[in-house]
């Protein structure tokens, strides 16, 4: 279920808020289109904390926490093609450009990903970075990875550090209690910071004079574009109608929506 909701739930969310904006609020086609890829995005930043008090049944629960994690690098990446494809047009070879461009994005961030997770699971278990510095050196190297990452490919960081972490996650008995709780309360601070500086940069003249229509779009992404990816992703699973009806409530967007929104708002 987790790897259809990346992939063609993902793909039906893109088509249904892509032709929302058009035809409801009369966007250009290049806006609309880059509209929907932002949207596809849920994220554990909000997943999460949603989860620990709803406490749905362990089915759910891992189904909406696995999307959250695995869709927030497919979904960035995904809009920084589409990007790409809008920008061009219909200069010059356009699908090739467009594949390269994935081949590079998919290829850096899970090299340097791979890279990175080994190097810090050998300077862990060789007792290299003494355990008082475990936290505040994976932070050093997770900031490294994603700026790196970026470097050489555009967009790629993000992929590169959750690589990093499902290396880390799968390595046996590798001690990162004192890591993930680091990493708990840094998030709460990070994240709390980055929403309210998000939202202020938010004109919100500008976006009523949209219209009533914003309102309508709003409903298309929770009452059309969700439940069509839910059924399209668990078909044929033997997820009961109460877990699907959760499934197709359920997808907040989170903080890569809201970040890679302002940076493609830029250009």
Not at 79 to 89: D, I, N, P, S, T
Not at 139 to 145: E, R
Not at 213 to 226: E, G, I, N
Not at 243 to 264: C, E, K, M
């Amino acid at each position: 279920v987790v790897s259809n909701l990346c992939s063609t739930g993902m793909l039906v969310s893109f088509a249904v808020i892509g032709s929302a904006g058009y035809f409801l609020l009369g966007l250009d086609w290049r806006v609309a289109t880059m509209l929907g890829a932002v949207l596809v995005v849920t994220g554990p930043t909000v997943i999460a904390p949603m989860l620990n008090v709803i406490r749905p049944t362990r089915e759910v629960d891992r189904i909406l926490r696995w999307e959250g994690i695995v869709i927030d690098p497919i979904g960035a990446l995904f809009a920084v093609l589409v990007f790409e494809a809008v920008r061009l047009g219909s200069q010059g070879d356009l699908i090739g450009h467009t594949l390269l461009a994935l081949a590079k994005t998919v290829g850096v961030g899970s090299f340097i990903g791979v890279a990175a997770g080994w190097l810090t699971t050998l300077l862990i278990r060789k007792d290299w970075l003494p355990v008082s510095l475990h936290k505040f050196g994976v932070l050093a190297l997770v900031l490294v990875t994603f700026s790196l990452s970026n470097w050489l490919s555009h967009e790629s960081g993000l992929l590169a550090v959750t690589v990093f972490g499902i290396w880390l996650a799968n390595q046996e008995g590798l001690d990162l209690e004192e890591v993930l709780a680091f990493k708990e309360d840094l998030a709460v601070i990070l994240i709390s910071s980055l929403f309210i500086l998000l939202a202020a940069r938010l004109d919100l003249a500008q976006l009523w004079q949209l219209g009533p229509m914003v309102l309508a779009l709003l409903c298309v992404v929770q009452f059309v574009a969700r439940p069509l990816c839910i059924l399209v992703s668990t078909w044929g699973s033997d997820l009961s109608w109460r877990a699907r009806a959760l499934l197709s409530w359920i997808a907040p967007r989170g903080i890569v929506a809201a970040a890679v929104s302002a940076s493609f708002a830029i250009s």
